[in-house]
């Protein structure tokens, strides 16, 4: 299968291409509209500012097209800032508007933990997933490969707050505090963790996203 992966000038490209590329995937690295809107599988990559990802996607004209096939129904996997873009807004840097795909708004991480004390903004470090919502485990969806416990790897100093519990799909605890991990809304996908740098869990997911993709 062919999976387009969304280049708007924020991402280390290299890294995700060559995790589809694992699985024979034919992958495709674009920048241009008429490539979304002709996608099977969509891709939205992404580190830096919320501000300066949707600026790209704005100067670039994808905005709209993204909207159109997560519409549609067209799977579509936003990793790390590019799981961000996918919510209505950020509060990183001043308001700005999503992609509106995920309802829900992105917040900075507390400078405290639960308890109060200090902790460390950026989060970076491998952190286990726990099924989200009311879900037991991780069965029928994109981690169902993942057993509950095992860990990606995260680095980021925003997370996403999803509107609906339920679109929570995965969470992960920093300072005593749950974050959302995964969220999922039709046929999109977030994940704040880095599958592509994430070793075998990961691959995993990155692997059910195409079997996922390919029904």
């Known amino acids: 299968m062919k999976v387009t992966i969304i280049d ?5 490209l290299l890294s ?26 969509l891709v939205l990559p992404g580190v830096g500012a919320f501000q300066d990802g949707m600026a790209g996607l704005e100067k670039l004209g994808l905005v709209e097209p993204i909207r159109q096939k997560a519409a549609a129904g067209t799977p579509l996997l936003g990793i790390c800032l590019g ?10 840097f001043g308001l700005h508007k999503g992609l509106g795909l995920i309802p829900g708004r992105v917040v900075k991480i507390p400078d405290t933990d639960a308890d109060g004390c200090p902790q460390r903004v950026p989060h970076i470090s491998w952190n286990p997933l726990y ?6 485990d991780f069965g029928g969806t994109v981690l ?24 929570c799909l995965a969470f992960t605890v920093y300072g005593g505090r749950r974050i959302c991990a995964a969220a999922t809304h039709g046929s999109v996908l977030g994940c704040q963790f880095h599958p592509e740098k994430s ?14 993709a390919d029904r």
Do not use: W
Request: with cysteine; glycine share 8%.
């Open 16 to 41: 995700v291409q060559h995790a589809f590329a694992h699985f024979g995937a034919e992958t495709l690295l674009t920048s241009k509209p008429e490539d979304v809107l002709a996608a099977d599988a």
């Open 144 to 167: 169902a490969a993942v057993q509950p416990g095992e860990e990606c790897y995260f680095i980021h100093s925003y997370e996403a707050k999803p509107t609906d519990e339920t679109d």
């Open 199 to 212: 070793g075998e869990v990961g691959l995993k997911i990155i692997e059910e996203f195409m079997k996922s």
């Open 131 to 136: 099924p989200g919502g009311s879900r037991a």
């Open 83 to 92: 799981m961000q873009m996918l919510f209505d807004e950020s509060e990183e």
């Open 8 to 12: 708007y000038g924020l991402s280390n």
